[in-house]
């Protein structure tokens, strides 16, 4: 167990919706980080947030944002989708330096 | 930006031999951390070894261990006395250091998928 805590595990929708991916970090880990994992691109860094600022902004389409509030648990909002949006997302959490923890992910299935 | 390569979308091994996975990457940086992760089919990502760039000797972690050829910029993964519950797809990762105070981006490869036969 890792720690960090994602939910749903699993979310199927239709295109054009909107979803909403929860994470809650460690306890004490500041930083959050967003990751999608699809068949063809891999694993792509999305978004960072730390502290509630957003830190680090990678491949995330406009479509998407996210938020760490102040309890520090972050969400991926994810809108009009598309089937390509169907991917396992991940959350990660560090405090220092050369470690970042996963959650289990969540699994995105765009019908 | 960095880029991370692995070359061997898939691979096999008997359970009990060893295996090489293979790793290269590309950066201009010279503070940096590699990593190499397991995501078994419970898809959890998982640390299995990390390497600092400015150690000069290879990680070790009971029956995995690196090979980290800086100057290349190779970072091989061997798995000794492979176990069926090794089966898992791999991912070589970049972490620059020192990125910006707290920035620890990861930048995968694309994984290589070994399976262990018993």
């Known amino acids: 167990d890792s720690g960090v805590t994602q939910t749903p595990k699993h979310l199927i929708t239709a295109t054009g919706q909107r979803v909403t991916l929860r994470c809650s970090p460690r306890s004490g880990d500041l930083s959050v980080y967003w990751y999608q994992q699809s068949l063809d691109q891999g694993l792509q860094f999305l978004i960072q947030?730390?502290?509630?600022?957003?830190?680090a902004k990678g491949n995330i389409l406009e479509r998407f944002s996210a938020q760490q509030f102040p309890d520090l648990h972050s969400e991926l909002n994810l809108s009009s989708l598309e089937l390509g949006d169907s991917a396992l997302y991940f959350c990660a959490s560090s405090v220092i330096a050369g470690e970042l923890f996963f959650g289990e992910g969540s699994r995105l299935t765009v019908l | 930006a960095q880029t991370v390569t692995q070359s061997q979308p898939e691979m096999s091994v008997q359970e009990a031999e060893t295996v090489t996975l293979s790793c290269t990457y590309d950066t201009s940086e010279n503070n940096y951390y590699l990593f190499w992760y397991k995501q078994p089919p419970s898809r959890q990502m998982i640390l299995v070894i990390r390497?600092?760039?400015?150690?000069?000797q290879n990680a070790t972690e009971n029956r995995f261990s690196v090979n980290f050829q800086k100057a290349a910029k190779s970072f091989s993964l061997k798995i000794s006395d492979s176990q069926l519950g090794d089966t898992a797809m791999y991912f070589c990762a970049f972490m620059k250091r020192g990125g910006g105070g707290s920035n620890y981006k990861l930048t995968f490869g694309k994984g290589t998928l070994l399976t262990v036969n018993p």
């Open positions: 390497q600092e760039a400015y150690k000069q």
């Open positions: 947030y730390y502290n509630g600022e957003e830190r």
